[in-house]
């Protein structure tokens, strides 16, 4: 059974930093492109970041940039999601997602109809 279990969520003040561990099992993940989405309450789900299996492809959602960082480990089958400067308004569930094809990264690479397997989300809390 493949799983994608996040970890890593909490609760911290704005300004702080967080760093989110995504672990997968089942399967290996290191031919994949991998990364994050949040989903806010009350607010639809929206895309944050992605790594290439390489990890030489990144992609950040603008409201991110410059305070984000994914990295993965491929021997590790781990993928994460450093976050920096973190305000209010990053305050949602975090989900890992793998994309199920080797070795790409769809066009639409932010529409979460792109990737397979997700995972339950971990909880980031930012107060102010």
């Known amino acids: 059974q493949v799983q994608l279990v996040e970890s890593g969520g909490g609760l911290v003040q704005a300004g702080g930093s967080l760093r989110l561990s995504c672990a997968a099992s089942?399967?290996?993940?290191?031919?994949?492109?991998m990364g994050w989405f949040r989903q806010a309450p009350g607010k639809e789900r929206e895309f944050v970041s992605i790594?290439?299996?390489?990890?030489?492809?990144?992609y950040y959602a603008d409201s991110v940039k410059g305070r984000f960082t994914i990295s993965r480990d491929n021997a590790e089958n781990t993928v994460y999601l450093q976050m920096n400067s973190l305000q209010p308004e990053d305050t949602a569930v975090y989900s890992c997602?793998?994309?199920?094809?080797?070795?790409?990264?769809?066009?639409?690479?932010?529409?979460?109809?792109?990737?397979?397997?997700w995972g339950q989300g971990t909880q980031v809390t930012v107060s102010s």
């Open positions: 790594i290439s299996w390489d990890g030489v492809h990144t």
């Open positions: 997602v793998a994309e199920s094809k080797i070795a790409y990264i769809g066009y639409y690479y932010y529409r979460e109809s792109e990737y397979d397997y």
């Open positions: 089942g399967r290996t993940f290191n031919k994949n492109t």
